[in-house]
């Protein structure tokens, strides 16, 4: 296995997540109240930090309230995001398994 498919398969993996992802289109840390449940507040910090870059260039952006701009915006910062954490996770089962066969072959 090359280290191109991972890659390949981490971008098409990214697809579904992101559009899962998407449907709150808004930071859905503002407003909760301070007695929220912890998994509340971990959907909306996780929310946030996958859409932080949409975020960010929502606030650089004098025409970002258009909608459809805050959809695609968002989107996209949200499938680059996946895209990398999937990869990360992709290459670190990777490392770890080439580390493990390492570490069974000087035993045996």
Do not use: C
């Not at 808004?26 to 109240?33: E, H, K, N, R, T």
């Not at 606030?59 to 990360?88: G, K, Q, T």
């Amino acid at each position: 296995m090359g280290m191109v498919r991972p890659v390949k398969i981490a971008l098409i993996a990214a697809i579904p997540i992101a559009i899962l992802n998407l449907p709150p289109t808004f930071a859905i840390d503002v407003g909760l109240p301070a007695d929220a449940n912890w998994f509340l507040q971990f959907i909306a910090a996780e929310w946030v930090v996958m859409h932080w870059l949409g975020i960010e260039l929502g606030r650089l952006d004098p025409y970002y309230h258009y909608l459809s701009l805050d959809i695609f915006v968002l989107y996209l910062s949200s499938y680059i995001e996946w895209a990398l954490v999937l990869i990360a996770a992709f290459y670190a089962f990777l490392g770890l398994r080439r580390f493990s066969r390492g570490l069974s072959a000087n035993q045996g």
